[in-house]
């Protein structure tokens, strides 16, 4: 691969997926905020920039993979950065925002002559590692046609297109996302009752797992359930149902489970 391709954000996510653009051929101009956590990318042959703009090629691609609505927003705006895209450049956001955010960057990347595609990602770090990533992504025709080897290289199993209307892809991540908390606290509590009454949880998980409940998330949180070893040990959920909660208040949607999950998530 001869293009270089900008990644802003090395996080649990951002590492090993700029690793697999890596491995794909790839070149990268990498930046995170700490600087240390690019240096094994740079060690396979990525250059480390200063600041966000610095990573971008102009006319080129840049990945950003930030944690919230705020940061990504910083990114965008910080100095430099979208000057340095300028006309047929494509930002690829793949962090997991409220739809109202998209909206409003995709307009401030179309006044400067640039393309905003939104592609959030399902699947944990090890799934990235295992390239068993799953992509919904939204942006104009054009660039989505170019950006799709990109998505494919950083381990995308699949990938699935829903229209050029921003906000669309980051709308179908906060939904798939309340239902793996959902799912995740709905197990958590059949096995408790299961354990409680004498009944080996493990033996439960595997039965309800390979039969009724066979999708990979029952069966990934199932069994670290069963193991005693909680999935939500981070504030990624949190802040997701909360999301989910923003975005369906702004069509006036009654939200009775999310807010029982937040009122779960934060005690």
Known sequence: ?????????????????????????????????TASKAESLVAQG??????????????GIVVTLVWD?????????????????????????????????SKKLAAIHAKHGCAYVEAPIFGRPEAALARQLWIPFTGPQSTKERVRPI????????????????????????????????????????????????VDPKAVIDMLTST?????????????????????????????IGLFKRTAQQVEEPTPIANTLHDLLQN
Do not use: C, W
């Open 1 to 33: 691969m001869s293009e270089t391709i900008g990644f802003i954000g090395l996080g649990q996510l951002g590492l090993p997926i700029a690793t697999n653009l890596l491995n794909t051929g790839y070149s990268l101009h990498v930046y995170n905020r």
């Open 46 to 59: 990525a250059k480390l920039m200063d600041r966000p703009a610095d990573a971008v090629t102009s006319g």
């Open 69 to 101: 609505d705020a940061a990504l927003e910083s990114v965008v705006m910080s100095a430099g950065f979208l000057e340095q895209l300028g006309p047929g450049s494509i930002h690829i956001a793949m962090s997991t925002v409220l739809p109202e955010t």
């Open 151 to 198: 998505l494919e290289a950083m381990g995308a199993q699949g990938i699935f297109d829903f229209g050029e209307e921003a906000g669309a892809a980051n709308i179908v991540k906060i939904a798939g996302n309340f239902l793996i908390v959902s799912a995740g606290r709905s197990i958590s509590e059949a096995l408790t009752m299961v354990g409680k009454n004498g």
């Open 212 to 240: 009724l409940f066979s999708a990979p998330i029952y069966q990934s949180y199932g069994k670290r359930i069963a193991e005693k070893s909680p999935p939500f040990q981070s504030p990624i959920p949190l802040k997701d």
